[in-house]
Each structure stands twice: as C-alpha cells, then as structure tokens.
C-alpha cells in the first residue's frame, strides 16, 4: 500500500459504504470520493459536494500559480 506523506485531500474509491459529510447522502462501495485525511472527512462526488471541492482547490492554485509567477 502507498502511502502519502501530505494531508493533501485526494479522490479515492471507497471500499465500504459510507454517508457524505456535507450532504448526508449515502455513498456506496465502489463509488468515487474526496477524502480529507487530516480530518477524515468524506465528501460524495455530488456537483456540491466532491466536484465542488475540486473545481475551488484548482481554481486556489491557479490563483497561486499566478501570482508567484509560474503560470503558464
């Protein structure tokens, strides 16, 4: 097994079902997940919840990218 050496949340598929800690949704094994390991939290790949996510850490390091200047 891999492991990682950031808390850096990362997708995953689950082994086991679970609930979504944003919307209450259930998620089921096999299903696609966010997972935040500093805070153990799971997040479905709902377009509120997971993807939403997604799309505010990208845009985070564009911002990033930008304005340390090492954007593309």
């Known amino acids: 097994m891999r492991r990682r050496r950031s808390n850096a949340p990362y997708w995953l598929t689950t082994r086991y079902g679970g609930i979504c ?7 089921r094994k096999g299903e696609e997940a ?4 500093s805070t153990r939290t799971t997040l479905c790949a709902g377009d509120s919840c997971g993807k939403q996510e997604q ?18």
Do not use: F, V, W
Request: hydrophobic share 30%.
């Open 21 to 27: 800690d944003r919307c209450k949704q259930a998620i």
């Open 34 to 37: 966010l997972y935040y390991p």
């Open 55 to 72: 799309r505010d850490m990208d845009a985070n390091a564009q911002d990033e990218a930008m304005y340390s200047g090492t954007y593309n």
